[in-house]
Every structure is written in structure tokens, then in C-alpha cells.
């Protein structure tokens, strides 16, 4: 039998790199990868493994993490734990943390077109907004759906909380600007609010709002604040809406009357007479 099967081997055995040699240690090593992995996957594995950790030595004193990464087509702990101990030292602590996964189930992936935090950063998630998500996920043992709801809300909490000249830098808008903004659901909507009060487009409106804006005019040379000319224009049934695009060239944005306390009262007297 043993005749039988060396010279079946001699015929038919397969060229591998671990035949060629007689080190325990680079044996182990295939052994442990080779138990549920396709062997044309292992063998560049294998190779790069003794490329940079050859001996039981470089291994032990090789960091958990890189020696993971080194491993990373096996997943299994047990199989990690166990090479630690068939080499002698005590295996590491390992931590398993969950992944996020998107709306179909699936885990986060660029390829598939998955949000980055980069991109998050363009749409305008302020980065305490997503630090602080990031703190409630904690380390999660199982894996969690991204909570894009939540998200949003927790970067209107980080505009709410950041100081004026902050939220101003962030905005490109002066320090005076600052209380208009404070009403964005991220920074990309307060970059536009900023630039409506900043650079308006301009309007031409109907000789309905003449009225209003007249009255406006009056009002904002009495020298009554923002909140009292928006109560006073209320209470005459004055018409809001043209006045909000006489100051700032859209029909929505922050509230009526920061928009007003944010603009010097020649220039929001410049830009009421331009729109009739």
C-alpha cells in the first residue's frame, strides 16, 4: 500500500510550496490557512506571510493587528488563537465590532456606491455631528443599520452648538451672519443661506408689495430691531414673503428677522427700493 500510494503521489502529486520544505513552522503556517481556503489563494498568501514574518520569533513579536491584516482572507478567531498557542505565546484579546450596514441590509461599500465620510463631509455633516454618532454606536458586538435620520438631527445639534465666529468660518460669512444660520440642517444649507444674504439675486415684485415694503422702509428707519419690525408688518397683514425676497432673492431661508438684524439699514433699505 505504501509502494501504491508514493508512487500515485510521484505521478500525480501537485507542485506546492510547502512540499519544499521541512520547516515546522512554515508548515503550521499553510496548515492553518489551508483548512478552508482555496489553495491558489493561499500559496501568494503563504508566501507573503514568511516574506515578512519567518519564524516564530518575528511572529510573536509582531503587532495582533498587522499579524490580522496579514491573515485577513481568515476571519475565524479560534484559528487565530489557535497559531498563538501551537507557537508557544498567549494569544491576544481580539475584539470583534460590528459593521454598519446600509438601507438594503447590506455592509457599507464603496464599490456599491456606499456614503464615505468624505462625503459626508461635502454634504455638509459637520465632523462633531458624526464623531458623536460614532460615540453612541460605540463598539457594537453585532452589526447595526447606519441611522441616517439620527445623523441629520445630530448635525443640526453641532451647527446649534458651534460659536458664532465658528459657524460663521465654516459658512464663509461674517460673524454678523452667525444667528441667521443657526436655523440650517448642515453646512451646505447655511453656505447658501449665507450667500442669499451676502450676494442675493435680484427681484422685481409687483406694486402689491410696495405697501409692505414701504412700511418696512419706515419701520427699519425708526430703528426698531429685527423682531419688532416682523411683529409690527404682522400685524398689519403685511406681506412677508415679498419682503423676505426683496432682502435675499429667494422665497425661504432663516428666519424673517435675523436676516433683517444681519444686514446694516442702508443696505437693507438699498435693496427693498431696488425690488419695486
Known amino acids: 500500500m505504501e509502494a501504491a500510494l508514493l508512487g500515485w503521489y510521484a505521478k500525480n502529486g501537485r507542485e506546492l510550496p510547502w512540499r519544499r520544505t521541512r520547516d515546522p513552522y512554515a508548515i503550521l503556517i499553510s496548515e492553518v490557512m489551508l483548512q478552508q481556503t482555496q489553495v491558489e ?25 498587522d499579524v490580522i491584516r496579514g491573515a485577513d482572507h481568515r476571519s475565524n478567531t479560534e484559528l487565530q488563537q489557535g497559531l498563538s498557542r501551537a507557537l508557544g505565546f498567549d494569544p491576544p484579546e481580539y475584539v ?10 447590506k455592509k457599507l461599500s464603496k464599490r456599491a456606491g456606499a456614503p464615505t465620510l468624505a462625503s459626508y463631509r461635502d454634504a ?26 439620527r445623523l441629520r438631527r445630530l448635525a443640526i445639534d453641532a451647527i446649534e452648538s458651534l460659536s458664532d465666529e465658528e459657524l460663521a468660518a465654516r459658512a464663509g460669512a461674517p460673524p454678523q451672519l452667525a444667528r441667521a444660520l ?12 449665507a450667500a442669499a444674504i451676502l450676494e442675493p439675486q435680484p427681484v422685481s415684485l409687483p406694486e402689491e408689495a410696495r405697501p409692505t415694503l414701504e412700511r418696512f422702509a419706515a419701520l427699519r428707519a425708526s430703528g ?3 423682531k419688532d419690525i416682523v411683529r409690527e408688518l404682522k400685524a398689519v397683514g403685511g406681506d412677508l414673503k415679498a419682503l423676505r425676497l426683496a432682502l435675499t432673492g429667494v422665497e425661504r431661508g432663516p428666519e424673517l428677522w435675523t436676516v433683517i438684524a444681519a444686514l446694516p439699514q442702508d443696505e437693507a433699505l438699498r435693496r427693498v427700493d431696488a425690488a419695486l
Do not use: K, N
Open 124 to 149: 455638509g455633516v459637520p465632523a462633531e455631528a458624526m464623531r458623536a454618532y460614532l460615540e453612541e454606536l460605540g463598539e457594537p458586538a453585532h452589526d447595526v443599520h447606519l441611522d441616517e435620520p
Open 224 to 226: 426698531l430691531d429685527g
Open 41 to 65: 489563494r493561499v500559496i501568494p498568501r503563504w508566501l507573503a506571510w514568511l516574506e515578512r514574518w519567518p519564524d516564530p520569533t518575528s511572529l510573536a513579536a509582531a503587532s495582533p493587528g
Open 182 to 193: 443657526r436655523g440650517a440642517r448642515d453646512l451646505v444649507e447655511a453656505r447658501a443661506m
Open 96 to 105: 470583534h465590532h460590528g459593521l454598519l450596514l446600509g438601507p438594503d441590509g
